[in-house]
């Protein structure tokens, strides 16, 4: 069974044309799906690593501004603010990806292996449930 689910071996062939295809699409949206949570992961992971980066420059930029004169200064605490702020602003967009992008898709694949499961357990009892589908 867990090789079936995995997709290392081949299920049992159904007679049903509608079951095959059912079957044949949702093995195909599992890989879709897996595909775009793991790119989701990445953007998201880009994010924090950016707001990260701007975050320590900022804190470096407004130490060396302390160190120089006034207009530089000045001049360089305004950059480090500003790369805080923009550290913030993408530290709050990556937890809305996760959220909103990232989060659901993990739940579509789970859901579609439940699926899987689910037909591969049909495959195994495919004498039993003939008329699985039409119920």
């Known amino acids: 069974m867990s090789d079936f689910v995995l997709g290392k071996e081949k299920p049992v062939e159904e007679s049903n044309p509608e079951y095959e295809k059912l079957k044949h699409y949702v093995f195909e949206l599992e890989n879709h799906l897996a595909e775009a949570q793991k790119h989701a992961y990445r953007l998201v992971k880009r994010h924090r690593e950016l707001g990260q980066s701007l975050s320590d420059f900022g ?14 200064g000045k001049a ?5 603010a500003k790369s805080e702020l923009l550290s913030a602003k993408l530290q709050k967009e990556a937890h809305q990806l996760l959220m909103n992008f990232e989060e659901p898709l993990k739940d579509y ?8 499961a689910t037909i591969g357990e049909r495959a195994m009892h495919s004498g039993n449930n ?6």
Do not use: M, P, T
Not at 109 to 116: D, N
């Open 59 to 72: 804190k470096a930029v407004k130490l060396l501004g302390a160190c120089e004169g006034q207009a530089l």
């Open 130 to 135: 003939a008329n699985w589908l039409k119920q």
């Open 76 to 80: 360089f605490s305004d950059l480090g």
């Open 109 to 116: 694949v789970r859901a579609v292996q439940s699926i899987k």
